[in-house]
């Protein structure tokens, strides 16, 4: 292929992943969406299925309080159970949450603590689900806040036969965050309500292509055993119970409530660790790239695979195009507009690293006295 080829080829990548596909998806949803039957349960609790909520968590000691607490106080008439698992806390936690739960009288069927060896969290959502009883499993971290009928709304869904799994909606705060890190929340609050765009949609064609791990339910019957190196347990699980055929939905509301990190380091490491689970999922289930088998095989490749496919599409354009800036004025334009939008990053990288040296610029150094205070 010559360089006007790998040119227009790495744009019709770049602008299919991020224009053609969400333009796609907005019209496919209009003409064909697949609503889904949730139920229309009263309050006897033998009409709801038994929950089982896990959360697995490590040195989490200060926010577990709280964080059983509001599980605790959720509305759900169904039998529910709460299980955490300590994956080699060190902290303390479950002597202080079994301090927490007698003070409050809870049972200790209803909520359950098991302590396994430091392993990671997919290694202690194994323990969890092997523990669980009940016919959904309800994934929780242990930061975020359930609004009191996440529950509810979360489980109506399951009312459709099809559904083998639902995820709820995040609403992140950034309100807190100020000065220069105040840009990278409000990026990160931009870039999510984007990605749940995405998921209302392609829950309305079919199926989400994951879940968010703060609020998801999945079908005990559908968990398959992760691996303890799985990074995105949130997308693994629920792609491997669409491979059975189920559906996994977006119930926005069911609502968990976090901040989001102004720290852009914070959130550079969660892309990369998102960058990378995407790679490991392709060798985990390869049966994602077959059409025969991924029922959202096009959803799949123009959403998953298209994101991992844009860093090579840029950097092709962006050689591309330096080769052919003397062949057409488009291609001056294009490398102007890539050199402009590369720059501006670059700047506000070294921005950015300037405002974090400067607290620690003025570390140790002693102010002078003036002469009337001495």
Partial sequence: MNMDGVFWASTVVILYVYLGYPLLLAVWAHLRPHPTRKARMDDAADSWPSLSIIVAARNEGPRLPG??????????????????????????????????LRAKGVNSSAVRLIEVPAGGKPLALNAGVAAATGDILVFADARQRFAVDALVELVANF?????????????????????????????????????????????????????????????????????????????LAPMRAVLLG?????????????????????????????????????????????????????????????????????????????????SGWYYVAALTVQVAFY??????????WRERRRPAEFEGMSVPLSKGAR
């Fill in 159 to 235: 009312n459709d036969d099809v559904v083998g799994g639902v995820t709820g909606e995040l609403v992140l705060d950034s309100s807190s965050s100020s000065g220069a890190d105040s840009t990278v929340a409000e990026g990160v609050g931009l870039y999510w309500n984007y990605e749940k765009w995405m998921r209302r949609k392609e829950s309305a064609i079919w199926s989400t292509l994951g879940a968010t791990g703060a609020i998801y339910a999945l079908r005990r019957s559908l968990w398959r055993p992760l691996a303890a190196d799985t990074l995105l347990d949130d997308v």
């Fill in 246 to 326: 189920s559906r996994i939905v977006f119930e926005e509301r069911a609502i968990a409530f976090d901040s989001v990190p102004a720290d852009a380091q914070t959130e550079s490491r969660r892309k990369t660790r998102t960058l990378a689970g995407n790679y490991q999922i392709l060798g985990q289930e390869w049966k994602l790239l077959l059409p025969v088998v991924n029922p959202v095989w096009l959803q799949y490749m123009s959403h998953k695979v298209g994101r991992l496919l844009v860093p090579w599409a840029l950097l092709c354009a962006f050689i591309s195009s330096m080769f052919l800036a003397r």
């Fill in 67 to 100: 964080r059983i607490t509001n599980l605790l106080e959720l509305k759900y008439p169904g039998p529910r159970e709460i299980i955490l698992v300590s994956d080699g806390s060190t902290d303390g936690t479950l002597s202080s949450l079994r301090e927490l």
């Fill in 343 to 352: 720059g501006l990053a670059l700047v506000g990288g070294w921005m950015e």
